[in-house]
């Protein structure tokens, strides 16, 4: 199955960049990671938060297949610790679709449209992170669960 990570505009933080690249690398012994970054929408600031969630929606409805799995990073997601983030992860994993899809939303989150759409929501914290940082920290997430799953040695539990 392939994975990829969907999010909307580029970073302009040189940290961010050079942090995913350290997992995106640690991440190709495990499994096929695409990062795809939307194009940020043209005149955002002219357009009310409404808006913007629309467009933005059209455009990740636009690139989903039928049978892609599409599961959204969302402060109003399940939560899950590292170990069941794991379990969650494998299950997907194994699962018929033929890419699983995780996407960031932009700065006021998602449309109903894409709400309607998502197969699932995960949340990574009850904190409310900027859509540039969770790039990072769900990329590590990725790859601690991907070492839980393999019984490797990255991950501490207590």
Not at 27 to 55: G, H, M, Q, T
Not at 92 to 113: D, M, P, T
Request: with cysteine; net charge positive; charged share 25%.
């Amino acid at each position: 199955m392939k994975v990829e990570f969907w999010m909307i505009g580029k970073t302009a933080f040189p940290y961010l960049i050079e942090g995913m690249a350290i997992y995106e690398k640690r991440l190709k012994r495990y499994l096929p990671l695409k990062l795809n970054i939307l194009p940020d929408i043209k005149n955002a600031k002219n357009l009310s938060p409404v808006e913007l969630k629309r467009k933005e929606g059209a455009q990740i409805l636009h690139k989903l297949n039928s049978d892609d799995c599409l599961i959204l990073l969302d402060e109003r997601g399940k939560e899950f610790d590292s170990v069941g983030f794991s379990n969650f992860l494998e299950k997907r994993l194994q699962s018929s679709h033929k890419r699983l899809i995780f996407q960031i939303g932009g700065a006021y989150g998602f449309s109903e449209e894409v709400y309607q759409r998502a197969n699932f929501k995960i949340s990574l914290s009850k904190m409310t992170y900027s859509h540039q940082m969770v790039r990072l920290f769900f990329v590590e997430q990725l790859y601690r669960g991907m070492t839980i799953m393999r019984g490797e040695p990255y991950h501490n539990q207590g």
